[in-house]
Structures are given as C-alpha cells and as structure tokens.
C-alpha cells in the first residue's frame, strides 16, 4: 500500500491509498495519529491540499485523541499485565521479526533488539497479541456460558459468535444471533453475566422499552445498578 508522511503545523499526517475509499476521508484515533485514506482517483498531492484546507478540523480534534492516549496503558519491558489465564513475557530477541505469540499460558512478544519498546508498532504487537489471548479465553468460556444463562431463564437463541467488537460487549440480531465481544473477558464475572443477559432479553425484546428494563431485572436483580458498573469501562481502553 502506497503511504506518504506529511509534517504540518507540528502534527505528523499519513496518507495512504484505499481501494475501499470513494472519498478522501480522514481519521484520528490514538496511537495511530492522523490518517488519510486516499482513493485509487485522487493523487497525493491533490490530498494534501485537501489536507491542508481542514487543518483547523484536525487541529480541533486532536486534543480529544491525545486525552484518550493518556488513558491507555503504555508498555514498557516492566509493565505487569495478566489476562484471566495468561501473562505478558516481554523479551528481547536476536531474530529481527517483531511477533506476538500465545502458548503455554503466556503472551509472549518478541522485540527484537534495538527496537524502542514505545515505537507504536510494538505497542500494537503488544495489543494484538493480548487480544489473541482475549479471544482464546472467550471461545473458551462465553458460549458455555450464554447456553447455561439461556437454559436457566427460558431463552432461545440460535447462534453466538465471538468478534473482536470495540463498540458494543455485545449485541443481538433481528433473528436471534448474539455477537459477543471478546473484551468481555476484561469484565468480573457478574458483569458478563449481566451483558450475556441482556443480550438474551433481546430475543424477546428487540428494544430498550421499560417492559425490556423490567424483564432485564428479574433476571439479574439489579438491572440498572449492573448497567452503571458496565459502563464504567470502556472497550477500546485498557
């Protein structure tokens, strides 16, 4: 993929080609900073002027990302991190291949040496391997689970799928498919109990009427006051 660094007002922007852009458009997300997808019809140079010309939008929402990247965690070679099943090994590797590697109860990522442990790139090898772990443990734990949950309390569903979702703990389909978001394993158990539950609710409630909020209550007791706890993390954070 064609990619073009610019240096404007201070602030580092990447341009990039996008066979799936039918637009300019540009993003700021953290970690990541300032990228411009740029359609195959439109060249770097009429994208820069582009750029250029929304300086004061980026300028405007920067702030926001950066406020965001002071939340996340940033590893270093002595940051303890465990999953509920697995731990991060950091180590220093002769080989000149960053990789991420889940085995053994251990995330293990190889950094080869002379690689800046805070270079973006390693942090999001960090965050992919720790992920890999997250999906492992939800395969694992969570579709047993939402079958003992809906055998227990009457509910019908008819297929679940794990997603590396970043927006929702989960949510159901028209036809009674729920999507469960890997993250979830981030949460105490009571917690995934109670999004596994409101979820089933869905089955028979496709909206968030008060018939829903009360259905949710009998089945966990304190509906709201659970939705409260559930909202104080945030997906894309940790």
Known sequence: MAEEKLHIDGINITLFNSSRAKSLNITIKPFSGVRVSVPKS????????IVEQRMDWIKKHLPRMQKAEDLFTVFDWDTPFKTREHQLV???????????????CQIKIDIPKGMDISENIVQEEIRKGIERAWRREAKAWLPGRLEELAKKHGFEYKNVTIKNAKTRWGSCSSDNNINLSLHLMRLPDHLIDYVILHELVHTKIKNHSPHFWQLLDQVTGNARKLDREVKEFRIQIY
């Open 42 to 49: 439109v060249s770097f140079k009429k994208a820069k002027i």
């Open 90 to 104: 950091l180590v220093q590797s002769e080989k000149n291949v960053l990789r991420a590697t889940v085995r053994n």
